[in-house]
């Protein structure tokens, strides 16, 4: 069964300083995709970023990077240098059929960065 | 204009009332799902639709209904509503190639008293 973890449920961290938010998840599936969603406080669902199960390369956006390793079956976000503007829930998800383009979700990480 | 609006944006409602949720998109997607989202569980997902004569049920369907009026439009019914139907709703669409990402309206809050 498909199943996406994310067991930091809250984080905090002071402006300026590097967070790492963890996403394990769980597919019998060679080809899938993962993808992470920021939450800003005012509500909508942000894509953030797709990854296909065939690329391990680590993708840097800015001070945004994501860290793949199918050896773990992890997913990790980092942001480096967070900013307040960086407070949100951030949500890890699975796609494991292509047919559908179903999404499972994990139950997110709340990430509050303090001036 | 947003790619995906939902409306209305919240609600408030007594237990047994039927209430629409409404969803329309512009991005010209064959795919569109509605999620429900509640504090620590994420989101999960109720119904998708890959055109007008396609309807999926997704993990929780129960206690709801869908219309695909439209390609652009997917509307999420509830028919009788139960306190434990209070949560935020979200209208996504996607492209129908294999895994594209899916682009998610701002949502629509409702509450059930």
């Known amino acids: 069964a498909q199943k996406v973890t994310q067991a930091q449920t809250e984080i905090s961290v002071v402006e300026k300083e590097d967070v790492t938010l963890d996403c394990v998840y769980e597919t019998r599936d060679t080809t899938y995709y993962l993808f992470w969603y920021k939450q800003p406080p005012s509500g909508e669902l942000v894509f953030l970023i797709r990854r296909n199960s065939f690329d391990e390369q680590n993708e840097i956006s800015g001070r945004y990077s994501w860290n793949f390793q199918k050896s773990t079956s992890s997913f990790n976000f980092t942001i480096t240098a967070s900013q307040v503007v960086d407070s949100a829930v951030y949500f890890c998800a699975l796609s494991d059929d292509g047919a559908t383009n179903k999404l499972i979700f994990g139950t997110g990480t709340l990430l509050a960065v303090q001036p | ?113």
């Open chain 2, 1 to 113: 204009d947003a790619d995906v609006t939902q409306t209305p944006r919240n609600r408030i409602t007594k237990t047994g009332k039927r209430i629409m949720l409404e969803c329309s998109q512009t991005k010209g997607h064959d795919r569109m799902y509605w999620y429900r989202q509640d504090p620590g569980l994420g989101l999960r997902l109720i119904y998708y639709s890959f055109d007008v004569k396609d309807i999926n049920k997704g993990e929780i369907s129960d206690g709801y209904s869908v219309s695909r009026q439209a390609q652009a439009k997917f509307s999420l019914s509830l028919e009788s509503a139960i306190p434990n139907q209070t949560a935020l709703y979200f209208c996504a669409t996607s492209d129908a190639s294999f895994n594209q990402p899916q682009h998610f309206g701002d949502g629509t809050r409702l509450s059930i008293l």
